[in-house]
């Protein structure tokens, strides 16, 4: 044992032990827990105690042997003194006894010495091996105190040597190192020093118990040598020898604690972890590719179940079950985004349909990052959540986006001060303004100068306070130009009731107001026309007396002749009165299309009358006549509606008066091909110009004054309706028009209509026409007696048949009188009673199908006469006119069946069939 480590108060050595295996000596055998190296330590310290004891020293060794010698020499002495007398007398006889007997003593000498030499000489190899065994064991103890003293020196873990009174006998520099002190500083400390819990009472106290036990370990709190504490855990051992001692291994706890409180925290982290995804509402989950491109999930939340309808375990084995339930559509893009997603290292973010066991097809969103393990696999860490409602919502708020963006309305959102937010498409397109030009400004900038503002201030509490306001208002254009709307302001409610926002939808009105200005124009022109229609209908049965009576003595071949001029001034009075009256008809759209050959010489003559009279006085009209007639087939009322159509817009062109002229004349043309006339076609053409003198029209409003509802007059002065009904008329004819322009100075129309080369037959004079009568009975209904009177003498005077009736109710009575003799029923369409003309004739038609009916009105645009073609005779007519109208009728060939059977077969057919 070597004296490096004498105590303080005795000569007593230090107890060696060993410590943790980071200060462990160079065999590598003895790498001990610090709670083995302890106990260790203490074993070898008090086996070392024992030997000491057992093993005895020389002097002891020799005094045993002197006394075994002299013990074995007695003991054989004796025996041989009484066993040799009774050896010899048993074994021999006289007189070999006595010879044997004289060497008896010399034998026991010679015995005895053998004897005592090999005790001697085993003794002597017993001692020389308990020596060696001594010197080895001795050796031994000190290799292996100096082996256990070097282990103290170089362990981690402090160790002490303590008296009963828990004085510091021998402290380790490990030990020194952890307080602070210096070894002399600790030899000179109590144990009560260090300890932070303990008095010097409690030291005392505490060895006691151990030194009762045997040993203990527990745990204190030592200070520093700079203040600071740190925890230790203290294991000792009492030992008794040298009056008793306490030996203790202190080993730092402070490492300890914060791993013990690191693990904790990583438990406790791990339990809020399972907790957090156990309540997160989507699954949390890893997914292993290995290098063959297999796949495992190695975790999954408890979540995945209500999202998949799988559980952890239905997956734990492979992705199979997961990939079954992806959407086939989906499942390829899936694999190829995984695929890509390990060969770049880039985050896996996918959005995916599943088709859940219980909910139908859902949508699922999923994030994760992928890992790079060391066997080459690739590990994702992610979650996935269903995002089913976010979709259906992105769906609604897609639509309702789509349905603002198209909204055929105009859709502002503003905040509660009336800032505005967001403006749809639509808004832009009425306004002009912008969604970028128009954020962040006020109402205010819609506000049309004195008009009413979009919220009137009275309203505006009412919005914000949660109301709705509607009502129309005057508002403006970027560019200045009215613009009137009905707006409807609704404000916008969040979640707790409070108004965040103001919606107002405001829906373009001024073309409304436009057609409501134009349905209560056309419903005057509609009163007006029926006024004019019923006054037209009068007025014709007049002129058609004073025509036919005209006719009727200009046949008269006995007529004097100083009566013909007159009656000649009559019939010509009588026929303008009659264009008069088909003028006013044509104007208010009464008058039926009726196309027929026109010289348009005599129609720029006859609407000139009219034009003089409808436009102001400080125009002036100047007709330029062709020399030669210039003739076309179109119906002459639509012509002089078109022709007064651009009269009047020329009119609306000289405010301050001018001249307009009225031009008829021929054109041809032979190449197809102009830039400026691309609408012109190689022929014959005869044209009508209408040219004024007034301000013009500007170039970029040219090309649309023919459009429906475009006019660049101001409010309530024009429909846009004109120039869009004239160019009809002309298209409907198979022209077109051309114009030209230049401001200030004037505009010039020409229409282009196709020429005829002739007169038609029917506008030859009524004297060069020849009149042919017949012998057919004629069933004649009118309600005017002078019309009626005056039809039949005519009728009459051609060889005709006619039995007259005022109203249809005795023309069935008459016609039930003579059922088989008439041939043909000549009507007024308008009667008094409850049946009219065209409803007469379906009457009669049932009863006799081969009846031949010619309808009279002088009301050509009534609805019951749709579909009559040409048997219909327009009033006023001619005596010529009504002849051939007659004529025309009765000599047509009889109508067909659906079976091809004639109405005279019909007739002569039984009534049974």
Known sequence: MTPASASRSSGTSVLPGEDEPGARSADSSTALLPEESLRTALNARTNQVVWEHRVPGPLSHLARLARWTVVVYV???????????????????????????????????VVSTIMLYSMLNAQIRRLQKEELVRIGISRDLEEREQFLQAVLRSATAGFWELDLRGNIIDVNEAYSKMSGYSREELLAMNVADIDTTKSPEDVIAHIRAVADTGGEIFEAVHRRKDGSTFPAEISTKYLPARGGRVVAFNRDLTDRNRAIDALEQRVHLQQRLEQIATAVPGAIWTLERRQDGTFTVPYASPSLEGLTGYTPEDVSLGVETILSCIHPEDRAGLLAQIARSAREMTALDVEVRLNHPARGEIWVEGRSAPQRTPSGSTIWHGYAHDITARKNTEVRLRQLSLAVEQSPASI???????????????????????SDEVRGLSFELLKAGDASDIHPPADWLHLTAGQMWYGEVNNRRKDGTPLAEFATVSPVVNEVGRVTHLLAVLEDVTERHLLEAQSRHSQKMEAMGLLTGGIAHDFNNILQVILGWVSFLHSEAELPTELCEPIREIGDAANRASALTRQLLAFNRRHSLAPRTVNLVDLLTGITRMLRRVLSGGIAIEVVESPSPVYVHADPALLDHALVNLSLNARDAMPRGGRLFLECFAATFQDPVDEMHPERQPGNFACVAVRDTGCGITPDALPHIFEPFYTTKSEGRGTGLGLATASGIVRQHGGWIEVESTLGEGTTFRIYLPREAELDRTDIPEAQLAVQGGNETILLVEDETNVCELIRLVLTRLDYTVYTAATASAAITEFERHRDAFDMLLTDVVMPGEMNGRELAEHLKLEKPSLRVLYMTGHTSLPMLA???????????????LAQSVRRVLDRAPQKTDDGASDAALERAPANG
């Open 867 to 881: 579909n009559v073609g040409e048997d219909l005779l327009a009033k006023p007519f001619t005596r010529s006119e």
């Open 75 to 109: 003991i054989v002495a004796v025996l041989w003194v009484v066993l040799s007398d009774h050896l010899l007398r048993a074994l021999f006889v006289q007189p070999a006894r006595a010879t044997i007997a004289t060497f008896k003593d010399s034998a026991f000498v």
């Open 412 to 434: 502002i959102i503003a905040d509660t001060s009336g800032l505005v937010e967001y403006t749809n498409p639509r808004f832009t397109q009425v306004t002009g303004w912008t």
